[in-house]
């Protein structure tokens, strides 16, 4: 069983990983415990608890940034942040137990559209510690950079394989005055082109949406029904003229019935799409696969593997998931290779598959895997930290 430390400063987390490098020790980094299951299996003779440094260092309001410690949750931050009628626009599953610094991590986007709403776009600046006890600075209002990389792009999605984030500048945005979703039906179709098409001219006719997303019966998300077509979902948020638009376009466009949802009930729907990924992929026996992609393609995909899952789409962002069960791991195989531009992650699996399975559908390209694996031996050269977890 692996060994735990809880460090409760950026001082503690560089004496455990010192103390675990000189053992040998491999390392993995614990946040809020959300999504711990991204990548591939990562064995552990320590696991560093990152989530006792939290809270707000310095919020610079006229700037809309803000400097937190990594171990600091989402909904905590943006709580915070309320009175000051600003937020972080990142929608993270589970956002009271998704920490800051883990959320960088996984590079996990969220559900808006808005254009800078990356984790890479809105991440100024960090500190971390590398294996070997080094704390680094990056970007920020404090520069000691690692000559020659742009740290911040880096760790962004690392998953814990280059350090430990201790704590991170971010930039903020308003906090929208009004928010409206729409819900448009989508007559069944018996073609993935056809699909395709129909929820791209429908998302088309959406002016500067916040989000976008598209759903089938099944997937247990709060305001849709459990029979029918698929739904897309279109939330407009911001000034109050710009969420009341009118949602005529799109209902055109869609070919079906139309739904709006506010208050409480928009906000319960969304939250149900934001932590899909963690929540619903945990059902007994299945396999969750997250999809990047060109839109079309990627609306093709999820068309097709709807017949083993319930998955979820956000054509905007390039991204899906999808549930399935394990036994039908092969025949979604299948339909993932009629779109060679799609790449699947299996996130969540029953316990031992991914020991006994591929991870990444395909494997990233020669020669990012070659990059990635000479800025790994920069940042860890002993290799300590979740080795095995990337494909390099």
């Known amino acids: 069983m692996a060994g735990t430390s809880a460090p409760a400063s950026e001082e503690e987390v560089a004496s455990a990983l010192r103390a675990a490098s000189r053992a040998g020790e491999a390392v993995v980094f614990r946040g809020g415990g959300t999504r711990l299951e ?62 800051l610094g883990g959320v960088i991590a996984a590079g996990d986007s969220g559900i808006r559209v808005v254009p800078g709403s990356r984790p890479r776009d809105l991440l100024l600046g960090l500190s971390a ?42 930039r903020l945005h308003a906090l929208p005055e009004a928010s409206r979703t729409v819900v448009a039906s989508l007559p069944v179709s018996d073609a993935a082109d056809r699909f395709a098409d129909r929820v791209l001219g429908a998302a088309a006719a959406a002016p500067n949406p916040a989000a976008v997303a598209v759903a089938p019966p ?121 779109e060679p531009d799609v790449r699947a992650v299996v996130e969540t699996a029953p316990d031992g598959w991914k020991r006994e399975n591929d991870v990444f559908h395909p494997l990233p390209d020669p020669q990012v895997r070659a990059l990635s694996r000479r800025i790994k031996n920069a940042l860890d050269p002993d290799g300590v930290l979740a080795p095995g977890r990337l494909p390099f």
Not at 142 to 150: A, C, H, L
């Open 218 to 338: 099944g997937t247990g998300l709060p305001g849709l029904p459990e029979d029918g077509g698929f739904r897309l979902a279109i939330r407009f948020e911001g000034l109050r003229e710009e969420a009341g638009v009118s949602p005529d376009g799109v209902a055109e466009a869609a070919g079906g019935d139309l739904e709006v949802l506010e208050g409480q009930e928009e906000a319960t729907f969304w939250a149900g799409v934001r932590d899909f990924p963690a929540l619903v992929p945990r059902r007994e026996g299945a396999l969750g696969l997250a999809l990047r992609g060109p839109r079309e393609a990627l609306l093709r995909t999820v068309w097709r593997l709807a017949a083993f899952g319930p998955p979820v789409a956000f054509p905007d962002q390039r991204r899906g998931m999808v549930c399935t069960p394990a036994g039908d791991f092969e025949a979604a195989l299948r339909a993932l290779r009629e």
């Open 38 to 99: 991204l990548g591939a299996p990562a064995p552990a003779d320590r696991v560093v608890e990152l989530g006792g440094m939290s809270g707000v260092i310095e919020h610079h309001a006229q700037d809309l940034t803000v400097e937190a410690w990594a171990g600091t949750t989402v909904g905590a931050l943006n709580r915070e942040l309320a009175p000051h009628r600003q937020l972080l626009a990142l929608d993270p599953p589970l956002p009271d137990r998704a920490t």
């Open 129 to 170: 510690v590398l294996a070997d006890g080094t704390l680094i600075r990056s970007g920020g209002r404090v520069v000691k950079n690692v000559t020659g990389y742009e740290l911040t792009k880096l760790f962004t999605g690392s998953l814990g394989t280059l350090g430990a984030i201790t704590r991170v500048t971010l």
